[in-house]
C-alpha cells in the first residue's frame, strides 16, 4: 500500500501563489504517473496537472501558464507551483501516484479569495 500524502493548501488573496507538496511512501516512486486533481463544491473531480516517470507534463487549460507541477524523485515528493492565483482555483486538491494501481491522498483545501 502507497501512502500519499498533500501538504501546503490554505487561503490566499487572488494574484498570490502557492505551492503544494505530495509525498509518497515506497521505493518505486520513480515509476509513478503523478497527477494532481481537484473538486470544487459542486463540482466534478477534474485533472489539474500530470508529470510522468519520464518528466512529460500536461495541464489542464484553466491552469496553464500559471501552475507548474515538478516531481523530486530521491525526496518522493511532487510538487504543483501555483501562481496568479484565482477565486475559482478554490478547491481540495488532490494527489495520486499511479503504477497500475492507484493511490490518492486526502486532499488539502486551497482558498483564493478576490
Known amino acids: 500500500q502507497v501512502q500519499v500524502v498533500e501538504s501546503g493548501g490554505g487561503l490566499v488573496q487572488a494574484g498570490e501563489s502557492l505551492r503544494l507538496s505530495c509525498a509518497a511512501s515506497g521505493t518505486a516512486f520513480k515509476f509513478y504517473t503523478m497527477t494532481w486533481y481537484r473538486q470544487a463544491p459542486g463540482k466534478q473531480r477534474e485533472l489539474v496537472a500530470r508529470i510522468t516517470t519520464g518528466g512529460s507534463t500536461n495541464y489542464a487549460n484553466s491552469v496553464k501558464g500559471r501552475f507548474t507541477v515538478s516531481r523530486d524523485n530521491a525526496k518522493n515528493t511532487v510538487f504543483l507551483q501555483m501562481n496568479s492565483l484565482k477565486p475559482e482555483d478554490t478547491a481540495v486538491y488532490y494527489c495520486?501516484?499511479?503504477?497500475?494501481?492507484?493511490?490518492w491522498g486526502q486532499g488539502t483545501q486551497v482558498t483564493v479569495s478576490s
Open positions: 495520486n501516484a499511479q503504477l497500475g494501481a492507484e493511490f
